[in-house]
C-alpha cells in the first residue's frame, strides 16, 4: 500500500513546486512512522512459557508434600487443613496449566491486527471468540477459588483452636469435602455470569490475556460484575485476616499461660497451621490486590467518565497486576515448603543457638511450639 501511494505521488510530483514534491515525499515515510508507533510491542512468550514451567514444578512438590503429610498424620484435627491444603494446591496447578497454555497458545497465533485490537480495546464482536471467553472465565474462577479455599482454610482452623469441642463435633471429612465443592461451585457460577449477559470478558493489553470489560465500551453490567469479583475477593481475604488474627492471639495467650491441659504436640500442630495461613494470605493479598484494585478503579472511571485520560497508564497497571497474579500461584506452594515444622525447628534451633550465644531471652523458648510433636513425653518439670 506505501509503495502504491509513493508512485502515484511520484507521477503527479512534476507538476508541482518542489515545496509541494518534498511534503508528498516525506508522507509515506510519516504514515510508515506513525504505523510503527500504534502498534504495541508484544511480549515475549518465554516468559509466560517459564512462569508455567516453574507453577506446575512448584505446585507438583507442593502437592506431593501435603499427600505425604495427609497419609502420616491422619489426625482429625489436621486433616480438614491437609485436605483443603491439598485442593488449593490442585486448584493453583489446574490455574496454571490451563490458563497458561490458552495465554501460549494466543501468542503463537494471535496476528499483528489481533494485538492492536487487544491494546486499544475496541468493542467489536470479532473481539468476543470462544477462545477469550473461556480464558476470562479461567482467570475470574482461578482468581476466586484460591482465595475463597484459604477463608474457608483461616476459617476452620479459627474454630478449631478457639472452640475444639464444637470443631470436632462440626467439622468431619464428609462436611469438608462438601464445602469444598460449594466453594468451586461459587466461584464457577461468578465466573459464568457473562454467558448470560451480566458482564462481559474482553482482550486485554497486550492482547495475550481476557479479563472483565474495564476500559472502552464498559457497561453497568461490566461495572457490576467487576465489583462483585472484587468484592468477593477483598471480603475473603479481610474474613482470612480477622480468623489468623484471632487465632494468633488465642495460640500466644496459651502459650504464654503454658496450660496444663493442653498438649504441648497440639499446640505445635496448630501453631505450624497458623503461620502456614499468614504466608497464604500475605501472600494473597499482596499478589492480588493490585488487580482488584486497578481492574475495580478502572471499570468505574470508565464507565462514569467520557474521556479516560489514564486509559494508558491503567493498560499497564492491569498488567502488572495480572502478573502479580500469577506470581501467587508460584508462591503459594513455597509456603507448604518452607513453612513446615520441620522446617520451622531448624530455624528455631538455628535461632536458639545465636540467642544462647547472646544470652538472649529467647531461651525461655526452649520447649517452643516447634518442638517436634512425634515426641510422645512431655518434661514433668513443665507440670511443676
Not at 5 to 22: C, E, M, R
Not at 152 to 170: D, F, N, Y
Not at 206 to 217: A, D, Q, S
Not at 254 to 263: D, G, I, T, V, Y
Request: hydrophobic share 45%; charged share 15%; proline share 3%.
Amino acid at each position: 500500500m506505501l509503495a502504491m501511494q509513493h508512485s502515484n505521488s511520484s507521477g503527479i510530483s512534476a507538476l508541482l513546486p518542489l515545496s509541494n514534491h518534498t511534503a508528498v515525499a516525506k508522507e509515506p515515510k510519516m504514515e510508515a512512522v506513525v504505523a510503527k508507533n500504534t502498534t504495541q510491542p508484544r511480549s515475549d512468550p518465554t516468559a509466560a512459557g517459564l512462569t508455567m514451567t516453574l507453577g506446575i514444578i512448584f505446585n507438583v512438590v507442593a502437592l506431593i508434600i501435603l499427600v505425604k503429610a495427609y497419609n502420616r498424620f491422619r489426625r482429625r484435627t489436621k486433616a480438614s487443613f491437609l485436605l483443603f491444603a491439598s485442593c488449593l494446591v490442585a486448584t493453583d496447578l489446574a490455574g496454571h496449566v490451563i490458563p497458561g497454555s490458552l495465554v501460549l497458545s494466543r501468542y503463537s497465533t494471535s496476528t499483528e491486527a489481533e494485538a492492536r485490537l487487544g491494546s486499544t480495546f475496541q468493542d467489536n464482536s470479532t473481539d468476543q471468540d470462544a477462545s477469550c471467553l473461556f480464558l476470562g472465565g479461567c482467570m475470574v474462577f482461578f482468581g476466586l477459588c484460591p482465595l475463597f479455599l484459604g477463608c474457608a482454610m483461616a476459617a476452620e482452623r479459627c474454630l478449631g483452636i478457639t472452640s475444639p469441642l464444637l470443631h470436632a463435633r462440626l467439622v468431619t471429612t464428609a462436611r469438608t469435602k462438601m464445602a469444598l465443592i460449594l466453594i468451586w461451585l461459587l466461584a464457577l457460577c461468578v465466573a459464568l455470569l457473562p454467558f448470560i449477559s451480566l458482564g462481559d470478558y474482553t482482550s486485554q493489553f497486550p492482547g495475550t490475556w481476557c479479563f472483565i470489560r474495564v476500559m472502552e465500551g464498559t457497561k453497568a453490567t461490566d461495572l457490576a460484575f467487576m465489583i462483585l469479583f472484587s468484592g468477593l475477593a477483598l471480603s475473603s481475604l479481610a474474613l482470612a485476616f480477622v480468623c489468623n488474627t484471632i487465632s494468633g492471639i488465642t495460640l500466644v495467650r496459651a502459650r504464654l499461660k503454658r496450660s496444663c491441659s493442653q498438649r504441648y504436640t497440639t499446640r505445635s500442630h496448630d501453631t505450624e497451621m497458623v503461620v502456614q495461613l499468614v504466608g497464604i494470605m500475605v501472600t494473597s493479598s499482596i499478589c492480588w490486590s493490585p488487580l482488584l484494585i486497578f481492574g475495580l478503579i478502572s471499570a468505574i472511571r470508565s464507565y462514569t467518565s467520557s474521556t479516560f485520560s489514564d486509559k494508558e497508564t491503567y493498560k499497564h497497571l492491569m498488567m502488572t497486576g495480572v502478573r502479580m497474579a500469577t506470581c501467587n500461584q508460584i508462591l503459594d506452594p513455597w509456603v507448604y515448603i518452607l513453612l513446615r515444622r520441620a522446617i520451622l525447628r531448624k530455624i528455631y534451633r538455628i535461632t536458639k543457638k545465636q540467642a544462647s550465644f547472646k544470652g538472649s531471652t529467647l531461651r525461655r523458648w526452649e520447649f517452643g511450639s516447634f518442638q517436634n510433636s512425634e515426641k510422645n513425653k512431655v518434661d514433668p518439670k513443665s507440670f511443676k
